[in-house]
Structure formats: structure tokens, C-alpha cells
């Protein structure tokens, strides 16, 4: 298992601060973007804004997925001009990285100040409620890495950043929750266009087969990708309180599929003994998709996190 210390997440945290102007040598927001919604460093003050890439910063590995820039970027955001650190594009464990790999922006983030963290992603619907397009705040979340043995927090404790043991039942501040439907109101999203719910995290990268998909939607999942969890747990493990927002890119197929018996028996003329009904589901899940659908609908996600921003500087949260 790789080690890493609490020399290495101080060491990269030493680099970017030895490389930034005073501006930044302190941040208050992290911001996490997943796939295909990195545009949200476009809309930040380009003339102040500072960028490195993973490959140049210590202690980070490499961003291999398509819809992942691989930069960490710290800007202003929002009329507030909040300092905020953003990765455009993160890590997950499908790639080949470990947990500890993985996270490790987020505790290098813990490093330079941030107190809150905004953690974005794509995901795929379980519940047939739920429209390609919609957004979801996050409530709570199912680890299944987690819960088998690969949860991000395995390894000797650094108490530097948190306890042994943290507990992680509020994980999603409620009112962070609050403050994000809030902004989201403001800027337009209709409330019939965004939802609260349970993220479940798997490793990947194969998407979920039919039956999977229906034992997720069946122990309390409403949506399901491969990343958020590891970040998030580290993240309140160094007490950093956290927002989550999924993007819904794709139903998961959760029908049971092509029936061979049924086929065979209609074939044959035997129809008068057919006794169950069919239930079949033609599409499948795929990246194209992902990506299309962040493309679609990453500039209300921007607005309303930017507006979320602004919020949560004007609070005491
Ligand atoms: O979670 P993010 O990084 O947004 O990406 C999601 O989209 C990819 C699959 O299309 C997977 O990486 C899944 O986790
Ligand atoms: N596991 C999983 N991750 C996703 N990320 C985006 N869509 C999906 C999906 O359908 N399943």
C-alpha cells in the first residue's frame, strides 16, 4: 500500500504557496469538478487567476480521463470574489490511483485554509422520477469501496487533520444543503429540476450491470458513479464541511433485459404457455453520454454554484 505523510501533503501545499502571489496564499473554498464541468474556472477573473498542472505539483499524480483537464486553479469567484482553489478534473481509483492518491488535493486544499469544499460530479439515475439533466444536492452517501474494505481513510491516522474515527452521518452540512437550493431558486433552476438524494459510490470504470443497478436502487441509492466519496470523507475527517451536487448525465438501465426463454418459446409457436412478461430496456451507459450531458447543462451548474458562492461569503457558515 502506498504511504503517504504528512511531509508529502505539506510539502505540496509548501510548493503551490512558495509559487502564489498573497492573494492566494490562503483560500477559503475548494472546489472539485467532475466530469465535463470544468467550465466553471472560465467564468472566474481571468487576470488574477493562477494554474498549475498535476504533473507539475509534488506529490500529485496524473489525470487520465477525458472531460479532466488535470489543473488545480485558484481564482476569485463570484461577486464576492472569494479566493478559491479549483481541480479541474480529479482522480479516481478506476485509473489505477489509490485512495490516499486520490485525495490527496483535498487535504493539500485542508492545508491552504479552505474551510468549505464544493464537490461536483456526474452521475447516473436510479429512480425513474429522475430526468437526464437534473441536478441533485446530495444528503448522505453509500460507500461500497467503503463499506468492503477500501475506504479512503485505511493507513496509519495523520492526527494532524482529524481523528482515528471520524463520524461521517452529516457528512452534507444541512445547511450548506439549504443555502445551495437557495442560489439554485435565484438563478432560475426550477425546483421540478433539482433533487436531494443519496449518492452511491462504486469503483468502476465498467458502468453497472442490470442488476446492479436494481440492488442500488434497492438498498437507498438515487444515483451512482465513481468518485465524490473519498474526497468527501477526507474532507470532513480535516473538518472541512461539504456541499455536494450531482449532475444526472444518464439513466441507468435497471430493466432485466432480452429474455432468450421467451424468444425461443415465441419463436416455436409455444405462446399459450408464456407466463411472464418481458422487460427489456435497450440503451446502455457510456462516457459520450456523460460528457454531452454536462456539456448541456454545466452553464446552470456554474451559475448556480457561483450564486452558492456569494451565499456562503455573506454567511456565517
Ligand atoms: O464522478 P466524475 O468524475 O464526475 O465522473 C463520472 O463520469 C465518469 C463515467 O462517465 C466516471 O468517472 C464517473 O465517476
Ligand atoms: N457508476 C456510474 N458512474 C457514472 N458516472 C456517470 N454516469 C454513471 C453511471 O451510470 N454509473
Known sequence: MTVITEETYKYSAEFLISKLPQEFQQVDLGVICGSGLGGLVDTIDQSTKVEFLYKDIPGFVASTVVGHAGKLVFGHLGEFRTPTVFMVGRFHCYEGHTMLQCTLPVRVMALMGIKSLIVTN??????????????MIINDHLSLPGMVGNNALIGANIEFFGPRFPAVSDAYTYALRKLAFKAAFEVGISPNDIREGVYAMVTGPSFETRVEARYLATIGADVVGMSTVPEVVVARHAGIKVLGISLITNDVVRARGKDAKL???????????????????????????????????????????????DLLAATLI
Do not use: P, W
Request: charged share 35%.
Open 263 to 309: 424468444e425461443v418459446m415465441r419463436e416455436l409457436g409455444l405462446t399459450d404457455k408464456i407466463d411472464t412478461e418481458e422487460d427489456t430496456e435497450k440503451t446502455f451507459a457510456n462516457h459520450a453520454e456523460v460528457l454531452e450531458t454536462s456539456a448541456m447543462r454545466s452553464n446552470d451548474m456554474q451559475r448556480m454554484v457561483i450564486r452558492y458562492a
Open 122 to 135: 456526474a452521475c447516473g439515475g436510479l429512480k425513474s422520477e429522475h430526468k437526464v439533466g437534473d441536478l
